[in-house]
């Protein structure tokens, strides 16, 4: 079992949709929870990060944590075209912020 | 300007060549890594460094070597004896220390051996 496992896509929604983008992963160390996103030919930015488990809310994108259940998720709420990009989860266990574990990355089209 | 630069963002080479590709950052980061991304992979650690003249070999560093002799700069040489060089690089540097720092990335360099 790989160490973090994202659903491969691409996902495509209608403008204004729900999104959730998710992640599950093995390693119980995992401590710091991160979502990247990347546009085509770019390099990844961060969008959010949360530490443990639990609920972190910015705008239009909420990530919540379920340490107990090794599942993290990235809403996005009422979509935009312009949030079209790939969306890679990354994790790590020490802060230390030497080596995250990203997943593979979702594609996402928001179709105006 | 603050921020990371890559180049160049394209690079063609044949094969049995070494490469080397350049990173320079001027956000006075200690941290600085390389990442290879291929189609439908995530970002993959072949190297990183928390000081200068001083690095650590991540998950595929094999094939590559790097430097780090200045803390603004990082360069990654792709040897003759990485089996498949082709792939889009990507530098990213951050803070260190306890907690949570971001790692900013570069734009990629895009490498195609043939």
């Known amino acids: 079992q790989k160490e973090v496992e994202q659903d491969p896509g691409p996902l495509s929604v209608p403008e204004g949709a729900i999104v959730s983008l998710n992640c599950t992963y093995s390693?119980?160390?995992?401590?710091?929870f991160m979502w990247y996103r990347q546009y085509s030919r770019k390099g990844p930015e961060l969008l959010m990060y949360?530490?443990?488990?639990g609920n972190k809310e910015d705008g239009r994108f909420t990530a919540q944590v379920d340490k107990s259940s090794k599942y993290i998720s990235l809403f996005i709420r009422d979509s935009q075209p312009s949030d079209s990009a790939t969306y890679l989860c990354?994790?790590?266990?020490?802060?230390?912020?030497?080596?995250?574990?990203f997943g593979k990355g979702i594609t996402l089209s928001v179709r105006p | 300007d603050g921020g990371i630069t890559q180049s160049p963002k394209y690079l063609f080479r044949k094969e049995g060549q070494n490469v080397t590709l350049s990173c320079e950052q001027n956000?006075?980061?200690?941290?600085m890594y390389w990442y290879r991304q291929d189609p439908g992979q995530g970002l993959r650690l072949i190297y990183y460094?928390?000081?200068?003249?001083?690095?650590q070999k991540g998950d595929i560093a094999e094939g590559y070597s790097v430097s780090r002799e200045k803390k603004e700069s990082f360069p990654l040489t792709v040897t003759s004896a990485q089996k498949n060089p082709t792939a889009f690089y990507l530098c990213?540097?951050?803070?260190?220390?306890?907690?949570?720092?971001?790692?900013?990335f570069g734009p990629g360099t895009r490498l195609t051996v043939t």
């Open positions: 390693n119980s160390a995992f401590q710091y």
């Open positions: 460094s928390q000081i200068v003249n001083d690095f």
């Open positions: 949360t530490y443990s488990s």
């Open positions: 990213a540097s951050s803070m260190v220390g306890t907690g949570v720092y971001e790692q900013y």
């Open positions: 956000l006075n980061h200690d941290a």
């Open positions: 990354a994790m790590d266990d020490t802060g230390a912020n030497s080596k995250l574990t």
